[in-house]
T-cell receptor
């Protein structure tokens, strides 16, 4: 089990360029999310998905697109990179077996992608 | 809307001292889930503990302990006999969803253990 894998680990973009941050999990988790971490602001939710074909916006979705065509993959697309998108990006996945309190689990995080937009 | 407040931005203690990291949360839901994550200098997020709103039992795991009090909406984390390896940023997080797809994080507390 690799868990949650994010690629690339580091990326430098020029303003206006587009790119896709990859996130893959091999745990068959239904729920996946993208967060960005900025100094002094903790992690903020960008987009999330509750299953293949279902995505929704989080707190800071502007400038980002997502899709969930398979259970395993949840790529994050930057449409036209801006310096304000310089950040560390984390992908997370989660699941539950049943609905009892004892079945609740934690969110599993990838190693992060450090993105710099110049 | 839910909110998590970690009022302590940075804490420094001398090794072997005890230290408590505070976490106060706000939610309108009666069912919710609380977490602590550790982010060491290497940058990954390490899961420490989860708690659901029905379970107010305190928990101890080695040198770590957690105090969950619904009456004060707090979920505090204590490290006993701190060690240099405990130096990290610690995040408290809240989920109102069983699937954890929408976590709300505090801004984190940077803990430095001075040898």
């Amino acid at each position: 089990n690799a868990g949650v894998t994010q690629t690339p680990k580091f990326q430098v973009l020029k303003t206006g360029q587009s790119m896709t941050l990859q996130c893959a999990q091999d745990m068959n988790h239904e729920y996946m999310s993208w967060y960005r971490q900025d100094p002094g602001m903790g992690l903020r939710l960008i987009h999330y998905s509750v299953g293949a074909g279902i995505t929704d916006q989080g707190e800071v979705p502007n400038g980002y697109n997502v899709s969930r065509s398979t259970t395993e993959d949840f790529p994050l697309r930057l449409l036209s990179a801006a310096p304000s998108q310089t950040s560390v990006y984390f992908c997370a996945s989660s699941y539950f077996r049943n609905r009892g309190p004892e079945d609740h689990t934690e969110a599993f995080f990838g190693q992060g992608t450090r993105l710099t937009v110049v | 809307a839910q909110k998590v407040t970690q009022a302590q931005t940075e804490i420094s203690v001398v090794e072997k001292e005890d230290v408590t990291l505070d976490c106060v949360y706000e939610t309108r839901d009666t069912t919710y889930y609380l977490f602590w994550y550790k982010q060491p200098p290497s940058g990954e997020l390490v899961f420490l503990i989860r708690r659901n709103s029905f379970d107010e039992q305190n928990e101890i795991s080695g040198r770590y302990s957690w105090n969950f009090q619904k009456s004060t909406s707090s979920f505090n984390f204590t490290i006993t006999a701190s060690q240099v390896v405990d130096s990290a940023v610690y995040f408290c997080a809240l989920s109102e969803n069983f699937g954890n797809e929408k976590l709300t994080f505090g801004t984190g507390t940077r803990l430095t253990i001075i040898p």
